[in-house]
């Protein structure tokens, strides 16, 4: 069974930092890319930042580049999110994201979502 949880949430000043894990597990981490999105009360939810299953591609939308940084280590089948100079409008659920392919039923997995609150 594929499986990503999310941790690292939490309430935060502005100006301040979290770094949020995804674990996975019930597939083969290292052949997956991974993402993370998030959705803030009545917005749609949103890309914010993804990696390739090689560690060498690295996507970010806008409103977090050059705050936001992506990694993975394939050893803990962990992706992490360093966010620093958070912003009030950061303030969402954070989700996991990969999508399976053929082998894993062609479908989206999500994570249940960890909740970054920050401050002003």
């Known amino acids: 069974e594929v499986q990503l949880v999310e941790s690292g949430g939490g309430l935060v000043q502005a100006g301040g930092s979290l770094r949020l894990s995804c674990a996975a597990s019930?597939?083969?981490?290292?052949?997956?890319?991974i993402g993370w999105f998030r959705q803030s009360p009545g917005k749609e939810r949103e890309g914010v930042s993804c990696?390739?299953?090689?560690?060498?591609?690295?996507y970010y939308a806008d409103s977090v580049k050059g705050r936001f940084t992506i990694s993975r280590d394939n050893a803990k089948n962990t992706v992490y999110l360093q966010m620093s100079s958070l912003k009030p409008e950061d303030t969402a659920v954070y989700y996991c994201y990969t999508r399976g392919d053929s082998g894993l039923g062609s479908r989206d997995y999500w994570g249940q979502g960890t909740q970054v609150t920050v401050s002003s």
């Open positions: 019930g597939f083969t981490f290292d052949d997956y890319a």
């Open positions: 990696i390739s299953s090689s560690d060498d591609i690295t």
